[in-house]
C-alpha cells in the first residue's frame, strides 16, 4: 500500500518531468528536466526492489552524464536552438512510431504476469553479481558480455580522444596556440 | 495502517524516529567548522581571529564564549539581509540553485551508521535496531551518488547568475566534479574489495575484526583524502571560486542568505566527507583495540572511563583557563577587569562539570552492573546498556570526524592553491592511476593471501 503511493508519486513526476523535456524550449532546462526523470526513475527501481541499479542510475545518469551534457551546453551556449519550431515535417512519421511503440509497450507490460511486489530483491548488489559473474551456474554468457563491452567503450574512448586530438597538430591550431 | 504500526514494538518506534535528528548533525557540524576555521586560521597565522563580539549578561558582563558569539552575529546579519539578484538573470534557477547543495547534505547523512547494531530485551521481545536510519546494501553508492548530485546546485547558480566569472566558476566546478568522482570512487575500491560489501556497517565491521582500513590501505587513504577535499571544492583545489581569478566563482552574484546556503553546504559537506573518511579508514564508531561485547560486559566502567576523559578535557580548559587569566593580571591590557569577570562564569561552569562527571562516572563504575539473558549463546542486555554502548559509539565517530575536520582546515590555510590544469593534471594523471595501480595490487594480492 505504501509502496504503491510511492510508486505513484514517483511515477507523475518521472512522466511529468519526461514531457518536460519534450516541451521545453531551452536546452539546458531539457537536460534539468531528464535530471529530475532519472532520479525519480531511481526511486521506482528501488521500490521494485533493485537498490543497486538504482543508485547506480542516480550516479552514471543523474550524476555524471548529465553534468557532461550540461556542461556542453553552458559550452556550446545552446540557448541559440531555441527557435527551432517545435514541430516539423518529420514529426508526422514521428508521432506515429511513438504511438505504436507506446502500445507495444503497454500490450507486452500487461500480458506479462509482472506482480508488483516491493519485498521481493530483483536488483541487488549479490543478485546482480551473480547474473554477472558467476560462471559456473550460467555458462560464460553474461561475463564475456560485460568484457566486450567494456573494451567497446574503451575503443569509443580512444577513436574520440584521437577525433579530438587530429586537429591539434595541424596549421591553423598552432598559429592559435600562438596568438594566445 | 495499524499493521505497520504494530509490525514494531513502541521503543523500536521512538528510536527510529529519534535517528532521522542524525540528518541535523552535519547541520550542527556548520557551528563547529565555522569558528573552528576562523579561530583555526588565526592560529595558523598567528593572530587571534574574530572574538570580539559579546552579549551582556548580569554580573558577568560581556560573555564572547571564544568567537561563537562572532558566528551567530554573522548568521543573523546573513539571514537579515535583503534577498538580491542582478538583472537579467534567470530567476528560477538563480533561487533554487543554492538549495540543492544544501538539501542533499541533509538527506546524505542517512546511510551512515552512528553506532554498532543495537540488540537488547524489552520485556519478553528482542528488539534489534541498525545504526543507519535507512538500512540499505549500497550505502556508500548512494552517498556518492548524492555528492555527484550536489555538484548541479553550482553549476546552475553559475549558469543562471548571467556573469562571465560565474559561469567560468560553474565550467569549473563541472570539470572539478567529474574528474574528481573517478578517483574518489576508484580509490576505495580497495577495501571494498577486501571486505566485499557496500555496506558502511559491513566495512566498519570488517575493521573491527581486522584492521584499521589506515593500515590495510594507506595508498588508498591519501588518494581518497586528495579527491575528496578536492571534491568540497576548497582551497588548494578552489579553482571553481578561486578568488585571485573569478571573483568569487559561481556565487559571484550571490548575497544574503542565498549565499549562506552555498557557505553551509561546503561546510556541512566537509562535515559529511569527515564522518565518511573515519567510517572507512579510521573504524568509524568502532573503539581501538575495545571490541563492542567488552564494552557491553563492561558497561559501567565504560561509561566511568567516557566521564574520566570529559574530566580530563575540561581540566585541560580550565588549565588553559587559569593560564589565560594569569597572563591577564600582569599585563597591562586595558580591559583585562572584563575579560577575568568572563573567565571567571567559564570557571564556575568548569569546575561544576568537572564535579558532575566525576560524579556521574564513580556512580557508574560503582552501581551499573548489567543483567542479560543469554540468546542463540550471545548475552544481550537491557534498553540502558544498548543506549550507553550508542552513545559511546556516536562520542568516537564524532571525535574522528572532528579531527578530519581539523586537517580540512589544516591543509587550507597551509598549502598554495593549484592552476586549474595542474589540478586536472593532478586528477588524471596522478591519483587516478596511484588508485588504479592500488586497486589491481590489492586485488592479487587479496587473490593470492586470502582467496577472497
Not at chain 1, 519534450?22 to 533493485?50: D, E, K
Not at chain 2, 542524525?22 to 565555522?34: G, K, N, Q, S, T
Not at chain 2, 575484526?209 to 571544492?233: D, H, K, R
Amino acid at each position: 500500500m505504501l509502496a504503491l503511493i510511492y510508486f505513484i508519486i514517483l511515477g507523475v513526476i518521472a512522466v511529468g518531468s519526461a514531457l518536460c523535456v519534450l516541451l521545453s524550449r531551452h536546452p539546458l532546462y531539457g537536460a534539468l528536466s531528464l535530471v529530475v526523470s532519472m532520479v525519480s526513475l531511481a526511486g521506482i527501481y528501488g521500490l521494485l526492489g533493485s537498490p543497486f541499479v538504482g543508485v547506480v542510475q542516480i550516479m552514471v545518469y543523474a550524476g555524471a552524464i548529465m553534468m557532461l551534457l550540461t556542461f556542453v551546453i553552458m559550452v556550446l551556449n545552446g540557448a541559440r536552438d531555441s527557435k527551432t519550431p517545435m514541430f516539423d515535417k518529420v514529426s508526422l512519421f514521428v508521432f506515429p512510431a511513438i504511438l505504436l511503440l507506446a502500445a507495444l509497450l503497454g500490450f507486452a507490460l500487461i500480458s506479462t504476469p509482472l506482480a508488483f511486489n516491493a519485498e521481493t530483491l530483483r536488483g541487488s548488489v549479490a543478485l546482480t553479481s551473480e547474473t554477472l559473474f558467476n560462471t559456473n551456474n550460467k555458462g560464460p554468457g553474461y561475463f564475456l558480455l560485460f568484457e566486450v563491452i567494456g573494451l567497446l567503450l574503451l575503443s569509443a574512448m580512444i577513436a574520440a580522444v584521437l577525433l579530438a586530438k587530429k586537429n591539434l597538430g595541424s596549421k591553423e591550431t598552432e598559429e592559435i596556440t600562438e596568438v594566445h | 495502517m495499524m499493521e505497520i504500526i504494530q509490525s514494531k514494538h513502541w521503543v523500536e518506534w521512538l528510536i527510529t524516529i529519534c535517528k532521522f535528528g542524525f540528518a541535523f548533525v552535519p547541520v550542527i557540524f556548520i557551528l563547529l567548522l565555522i569558528p573552528l576555521e576562523r579561530r583555526g586560521a588565526g592560529f595558523i597565522q598567528d593572530r587571534q581571529g574574530p572574538n570580539r563580539s559579546y552579549f551582556k549578561i548580569p554580573y558577568f558582563g560581556r560573555i564572547r564564549l571564544f568567537g561563537w558569539v562572532q558566528n551567530a552575529c554573522d548568521g543573523l546579519k546573513l539571514f537579515f539581509k535583503e534577498n538580491y539578484s542582478p538583472s537579467g538573470v534567470n530567476k528560477f534557477i538563480f533561487s533554487i540553485a543554492p538549495a540543492i547543495p544544501f538539501a542533499i547534505v541533509l538527506i546524505s547523512p542517512c546511510v551512515i551508521p552512528w553506532f554498532a547494531p543495537m540488540v537488547f530485551t524489552m520485556g519478553d521481545e528482542v528488539i534489534r535496531i541498525s545504526g543507519q536510519t535507512v538500512d540499505t546494501e549500497v550505502g556508500i553508492l548512494l552517498l556518492f551518488g548524492l555528492s555527484s548530485l550536489s555538484a548541479f546546485g553550482a553549476v546552475l547558480a553559475g549558469w543562471a547568475s548571467k556573469s562571465k566569472y560565474s559561469l567560468l566558476g560553474g565550467l569549473r566546478t563541472s570539470a572539478m566534479t567529474i574528474s574528481y568522482e573517478v578517483c574518489l570512487g576508484l580509490s576505495i575500491m580497495g577495501i571494498l574489495l577486501l571486505v566485499g560489501s557496500f555496506r558502511i556497517d559491513e566495512i566498519i565491521a570488517w575493521q573491527e575484526a581486522n584492521v584499521w582500513g589506515i593500515v590495510a590501505q594507506p595508498v588508498a587513504f591519501f588518494c581518497f583524502l586528495i579527491a575528496m577535499i578536492a571534491e568540497t571544492g576548497r582551497a588548494p583545489f578552489d579553482v571553481a571560486e578561486g578568488e585571485p581569478e573569478l571573483v568569487a566563482g559561481f556565487h559571484t552574484e550571490y548575497g544574503a542568505m542565498q549565499f549562506g546556503l552555498f557557505y553551509m553546504g561546503e561546510y556541512s559537506h566537509i562535515g559529511i566527507n569527515s564522518i565518511l573518511v573515519a567510517c572507512l579508514f579510521l573504524g568509524g564508531y568502532s573503539v581501538p583495540f575495545v571490541t563492542t561485547e567488552t564494552i557491553q560486559s563492561n558497561i559501567g566502567i565504560s561509561l566511568a572511563v567516557l566521564c574520566g576523559i570529559f574530566v580530563v578535557a575540561i581540566l585541560a580548559f580550565l588549565h588553559l583557563l587559569y593560564r589565560y587569566a594569569r597572563w591577564y593580571k600582569k599585563s597591562a591590557a586595558s580591559n583585562k577587569q572584563v575579560i577575568l569577570r568572563e573567565y571567571s562564569l567559564y570557571k564556575i561552569l568548569g569546575w561544576a562539570a568537572v564535579v558532575v562527571f566525576a560524579v556521574a562516572g564513580v556512580a557508574s563504575a560503582l552501581f551499573f552492573h548489567p543483567q542479560f539473558t543469554v540468546i542463540d549463546g550471545q548475552p544481550v542486555y537491557g534498553i540502558g546498556v544498548a543506549l550507553g554502548t550508542a552513545l559511546i559509539h556516536i562520542l568516537v565517530l564524532l571525535v574522528k570526524a572532528i579531527f578530519f575536520c581539523w586537517i580540512w582546515i589544516w591543509v587550507r590555510w597551509t598549502l598554495p592553491r593549484f592552476r586549474y590544469d595542474h589540478v586536472m593534471n593532478l586528477g588524471w594523471k596522478v591519483i587516478l592511476n596511484i588508485a588504479l595501480v592500488n586497486l589491481v595490487l590489492t586485488a592479487l594480492i587479496a587473490k593470492l593471501l586470502g582467496g577472497i
